[in-house]
């Protein structure tokens, strides 16, 4: 069993513009309308950076930041996982359109930007973290994953950890073979031990138990559509405030169930 | 020294009970001494494929005649031949089926790193769109091929294990970041056993990227040298298998002594040029294993030969290990394998230390007189107790690794 508190949470996905709205329609307080993902520009760049910044980087930041303010604590101290399922399909699709083409010369931007890890240097850049930061991909099981090396991270080191789990849409044609439809990214700030920012308290174990759907349909879409959104059913328990056993979507023969524990 | 009592603020050391590395110099471990040993070079004009570029590549031989078969038919790319033919040398299979006996197959996990798994499946798809729709051919299967978490997926299924898996795609620090997720897993107890290693192969991606930053020299590359200009791109797949430490051990056991990461916070395709980020984490990976920087017998550097790379990572191993450490890179044998470098040259590291040897860095003439630290350039016969690898990747992602010998 790995433990941990979550201090903060930073979610932007179609129809869910931050935590604060996002709990209140998770909690069934306001209804879900669903409209296409807004992702701020990453303000936290220097403007040359920030025109160039891609969907996926846009995406990273906005949420880490929101989970962090939201714990008050200093991005630039703090440990991150990056999970997700590939890197930016825009850009992607871009260098293959390319490199099938007479002209093969892709522009320097658009390939250090083709790193997975795009965001989680980006992120250095702007917060200041030297910190490690791991960049984890398992396809669909890819906020599984990720919330597993964090929770890991949080217990092997005894320090914080802010998972950072998201994934941008593809354009045609990689949406036929690919289609994740719009963004959608969760960020978590993980620590060992409870305190005043603490919201609850996770115990994670692996089980082959089935994993749990959202009773709303549409919900329920987004959270299969996008593998960052497996995190709706654990952020829909944290907004209800009650405590529950859930079970997270992971690997096709283990899952993630998790003991959820609202804290004050 | 006795590694078997020590406790915190250093881990436990983990066994490396079987490693294998295919690359350009050779496939397995033999072939890879030998490589080494007579300090050959395994770079060549680029022939790859429709590539118009002048630069060297280290291309692995055969990687086009591995089939894969039956129910992992769909994973059959270029990326996972290279895998499948890296896993089947020197009985790395056996090895982990052994151990997945002993512990369960569900207490093994699978971190690979890479870092553009089987991209070039999707870029030669993208030369056979349908000339009305634009869509990618029926047989161009991405989940399985291109997606980041293939290749993992992919060993875990050769292999027959069920613990937890996952891709490390963090450039080229990737597969020596597997060796810090799996230790960490080890440490808390979800997993007994992990298989870690890297596989990246060659693509247009990667070719004309950094052929697009002016980062490939279009000689085989010369690290450290005064007249280094550049990375030669190769491909390769290494793997390790892991384990807790058991009480009795070979002499010549070789031991992850501890993993040592850090963010650079500086720019996405340049090191910070005082080489902090990189001293920050060669110094966690001594601290997490209670080595002294004197304690170091060997440091296999990042070294891709890039002027602003080599001279930040001198600065940073000068700083803290001052200048009489015998240090090379050896990717003017094997080239620079991306997300499989730190993978091959963690095997490299392990071969130093079993076989009393320091690999020299080929194809560097000179060693730049404003980088202060001992570069071999002709293998030295010598004890190696601990040696360091380094891998450093864009986005300013440090990870080194220590290994050392059990005695």
């Not at chain 1, 080191?157 to 959608?184: G, K, Q, W």
């Amino acid at each position: 069993m790995l433990t941990a508190y979550i201090e903060g949470i930073g979610l932007l996905g179609p129809g869910l513009n931050n935590w604060p709205e996002g709990r209140r329609i998770l909690a069934a307080e306001a209804p879900y309308v669903s409209r296409p993902t807004d992702l701020p520009p990453p303000a936290s760049l220097p403007p040359s950076e920030r025109r160039r910044a891609s969907r996926a980087i846009k995406l990273a930041l906005a949420i880490g930041h929101e989970a962090i303010a939201a714990a008050q604590l200093d991005p630039a101290t703090l440990a991150t996982v990056f999970s997700s399922s590939a890197g930016d399909g825009y850009n992607c699709h871009e260098i293959c359109q390319a490199l099938a083409s007479n002209d093969r010369q892709l522009s320097p931007t658009r390939f250090h930007n083709s790193v997975h890890n795009a965001p989680a240097g980006y992120w250095s850049i702007a917060s200041g973290a030297m910190a490690s930061s791991s960049v984890i991909c398992a396809h669909d099981a890819s906020f599984g994953a990720g919330l597993l090396e964090a929770l890991v991270q949080v217990v092997a080191d005894n320090t914080r950890c802010v998972l950072i789990s998201y994934d941008t849409d593809y354009p045609e044609p990689l949406r036929a073979v690919r289609p994740v439809p719009d963004a959608f990214g969760v960020a978590l700030v993980l620590a060992p031990r409870p305190s005043a920012q603490a919201l609850a308290r996770i115990a994670v174990s692996f089980t082959d138990e089935a994993s749990l759907h959202i009773a709303d349909e549409s919900l329920e879409r987004l959270r299969q559509s996008i593998p960052a959104a497996r995190s709706l059913t654990l952020l829909q328990t944290i907004a209800r405030g009650g405590a529950a056993r859930i079970i997270v979507d992971y690997l096709e023969y283990m899952r993630l169930g998790v003991d959820v524990t609202p804290c004050s | 020294m006795n590694f078997f009592d020590q406790e915190a603020p250093g881990v436990r050391p983990l066994l490396l009970s079987s490693f294998t590395a295919t690359s350009c110099i050779g496939r397995g471990l033999d072939q890879t001494l030998d490589a080494l040993r007579r300090q050959d070079s395994g770079l060549l004009p680029c022939r790859f494929e429709t590539v118009d570029l002048e630069t060297f590549v280290g291309e692995v031989a055969g990687v086009d005649e591995v089939g894969i078969r039956g129910n992992l038919r769909s994973f059959d790319c270029r990326n996972n031949r290279l895998a499948q033919l890296g896993l089947v040398q020197d009985g790395f299979v056996e090895a982990v089926k052994d151990v997945a006996a002993r512990v369960g197959a569900n207490r093994v996990g699978v971190f690979i790193g890479t870092s553009t798994a089987g991209i070039l499946q999707t870029e030669l798809a993208y030369r056979r769109r349908d000339s009305a729709t634009g869509a990618l051919p029926a047989d161009f299967i991405y989940a399985s091929t291109h997606s980041p978490f293939s290749v993992a997926d992919f060993a875990r299924r050769t292999l027959h294990l069920s613990g937890p898996v996952a891709t490390v795609s963090s450039a080229c620090s990737s597969s020596a970041k597997v060796f810090a997720s799996a230790q960490r897993m080890i440490a808390v107890g979800i997993i007994d056993a992990a298989v870690v290693g890297g596989v990246d192969s060659l693509c247009l991606t990667t070719l004309y990227g950094f052929n697009s930053l002016e980062l490939t020299s279009a000689h085989p590359c010369r690290p450290f040298d005064p007249a280094r200009d550049g990375i030669s791109i190769s491909e390769g797949a290494a793997f390790a298998l892991i384990e807790k430490t058991p009480e009795n051990l070979d002499a010549d056991a070789i031991l992850l002594l501890g993993v040592g990461e850090s963010s650079d916070a500086y720019h996405m395709s340049s090191p910070r040029p005082d080489g902090l980020g990189a001293r920050m984490a060669m110094a966690a990976a001594l601290q997490a294993g209670g080595v002294a920087p004197s304690e170091v017998d060997y440091i296999n550097l990042h070294g891709t030969a890039t002027p602003s790379n080599d001279a930040a990572e001198g600065n940073a191993v000068s700083a803290l290990f001052g200048s009489h450490t015998a240090c090379s890179s050896t990717k003017g044998a094997t080239g620079h394998a991306l997300g499989a470098a730190g993978g091959i040259e963690a095997v490299i590291a392990a071969l130093a230390l079993r076989h009393g040897f320091i690999p020299a860095g080929v194809n560097t003439l000179h060693v730049d007189p404003a980088i202060a630290i001992d570069y071999v350039l002709e293998n030295r016969a010598q004890v190696v107790s601990r040696a360091l690898s380094n891998s450093f990747g864009f986005g300013g992602t440090n990870c080194s690794l220590l290994l050392g010998r059990a005695n």
